[in-house]
């Protein structure tokens, strides 16, 4: 019997980034936990490489004009939408059979609430004693929205460490609940106490995460045990589009080093993880403590062949040469730089600085240290025009970097969902607050915003290809002929001449049909008039080129 289950719910959409899901934050609510004596298990829905295809919900059914065709080709996106995970029913009967007075629910993400709902209702359908708390950024935002539904006994607004083991001493042995920081429940008279947010001030006081409730052998990348770190919580920005930033009640704070490094030495030693992703929204905006920890994560684990991302992306300003050889030097081998946009009027929409020239210099010396490096852009913001975004997609053409375009959607708390709500512009339910989902139609509309995304894989493949001809690797694919990889690479390069001579962006089905996307041909044509003035640049580092070269001379 388990006293407390802290449940990671399923996801529904069109895709999952399953190397993004390990559950941090609830193993830092275990941990809180145990130390006041409660015994407690995570369930995971996620932990597993279990999808099925289900049904479009009617709400989307318009993305089908741009997602309903199954394409193998390299500028294929979506088409199935599907639930990742265990079913609500395995989760209800193991909380069922975990026997859990309690039982806390992840509600991280607005678009995904409906799935948590499910699980509320099937813990509840097998474990109907038990009380169930919702935690995370929706019930934050949202604190009367999530307690109308009855599944749903409790919720708490921000960080869980100080307020579960408060709420689970109160049910156990009788307690004033009204005095938990944070907390929302209805009253007798079936009004809601509503807590302001809370939040730990002091982030070295919290326990390390139970690293031993996470699923290290699910969650690998490349063969190696993965694990997440977060040296720091909020932001120390005000961007617009983002609920940690501007209006955010949980405040910039930061870890010693000598806690982030305790941490690490407990998953590296004890749990034998090589990879290590910092999820922080801002990790290196202290340079000096940055480096501080690059230098004693080399001193202490040189030789332990970590590899180290900072996946949530990296504030090029923060960066210089000498702090980006200290990176490669402890374990970095990408570097994922947050470019926002090259639009100085959007960027002025955004409240985010200009960082070109930052961006380049970075990119200048990942080259020079052998990274890779990723270019992170955002289109489809409101007021934000395609061809601001199709710029931004030229300028990275022209550099050794990866694109990386995200599709605008309205993060509730940020001042950006603010102005969605002005221009009326937010979307008709929750569940349509995602990328996916092209939730914002505004100065760009929903077909512009699919063809960057397509533009943007076509740009990726064309670097891809002049990776392939800079490293001479004719006589590997000749020798690799056959596989899927390279037959998907021969569609792409089919269909890549054909969008070069007329604009159309096509896609071939798995039984070999050619068909086109529905696409912006303006947008389309632009682009191609663009390239021809610049040279598109691959994005591998010159030192993966000079190691791949000397694999094949051997």
Request: contains cysteine; aromatic residues 10%; proline residues 5%.
């Amino acid at each position: 019997m388990t006293d407390i289950l802290l449940i990671q719910p399923p996801v529904r959409d069109f895709y999952l980034t399953a190397k993004r899901t390990i559950p941090y934050g609830l193993a830092c609510i275990a941990a809180a936990l145990r130390v006041r004596g409660f015994s407690v298990k995570i369930l995971d829905a996620l932990s597993t490489s279990r999808s099925r295809i289900i049904d479009l919900p009617v709400e989307m059914e318009y993305l089908r004009q741009f997602y309903g065709r199954p394409d193998r080709s390299p500028f294929g996106l979506f088409h199935h939408y599907r639930h990742f995970g265990y079913s609500f029913e395995h989760i209800g009967r193991s909380a069922g059979d975990s026997g859990a007075f309690l039982v806390g629910i992840s509600a991280l993400f607005t678009p995904y609430f409906s799935q948590v709902l499910s699980v509320a209702e099937a813990v509840k359908r097998f474990n109907p004693a038990c009380r169930i708390v919702a935690g995370g950024h929706h019930p934050t935002a949202f604190p009367e929205l999530t307690m109308e539904h009855h599944a749903i006994d409790f919720a708490i607004r921000g960080e869980g460490e100080v307020s579960m083991p408060l709420l689970a001493r109160a049910l156990k042995n009788g307690g004033d609940i009204a005095s938990i920081p944070g907390i929302v429940f209805r009253k007798e008279d079936g009004s809601l106490h509503i807590g302001e947010p809370v939040f730990s001030e002091d982030l070295d006081r919290l326990l390390p995460p139970a690293a031993d409730l996470i699923d290290n052998d699910f969650y690998q990348r490349k063969h190696k045990k993965s694990a997440v770190i977060t040296a720091s919580r909020g932001c120390p920005m005000k961007c617009t589009y983002c609920s940690l930033g501007a209006g955010s009640p949980l405040p910039f704070r930061r870890r010693s080093v000598k806690s982030v490094m305790d941490e690490i030495g407990t998953v590296v030693t004890r749990y034998n993880v090589r990879f290590l992703d910092f999820e922080d929204e801002n990790l290196s905006f202290d340079k000096k403590w940055f480096r501080h920890l690059l230098k004693e994560i080399d001193r202490c684990f040189n030789g332990y062949g970590l590899e180290l991302r900072a996946m949530n992306g990296l504030l090029p300003v923060t960066l210089d040469d000498a702090t980006i050889h200290a990176m490669q030097i402890a374990g970095f081998k990408t570097l994922n730089l947050a470019l926002g946009s090259t639009s100085l009027i959007q960027l002025s929409r955004f409240n985010r600085p200009d960082v070109r020239k930052s961006f380049d210099l970075a990119l200048k010396s990942a080259g020079k240290y052998g990274m890779d490096a990723v270019g992170y852009v955002i289109a489809g913001a409101p007021d934000q025009s395609a061809e601001e975004s199709l710029d931004d997609l030229i300028f990275l053409a022209a550099r050794r970097v990866l694109a990386g375009i995200s599709i605008f959607y309205p993060a509730p708390g940020s001042r950006d969902y603010e102005r969605c709500r002005a221009l009326k512009i937010l979307p008709d339910t929750f569940s349509l607050m995602r990328s996916s989902a092209l939730p914002v139609s505004h100065v760009t509309s929903r077909r512009e915003a699919v063809t960057l995304l397509r533009l943007g894989r076509i740009l990726n493949f064309m670097k891809f290809l002049a990776d392939m001809e800079n490293s001479n690797t004719r006589a590997l694919r000749r020798n690799g002929a056959g596989t899927p990889s390279d037959v998907r690479t021969e569609i792409g390069k089919k269909l890549l001449d054909m969008f070069l001579i007329d604009g159309r962006i096509r896609g071939q089905t798995p039984d070999g049909a050619i068909f086109e996307h529905d696409v912006s041909m303006r947008l389309t044509h632009r682009f191609i008039g663009k390239l021809k003035v610049i040279r598109v640049r691959g994005a591998r580092s010159c030192l993966d080129q000079y190691r791949l070269h000397h694999t094949q001379l051997k």
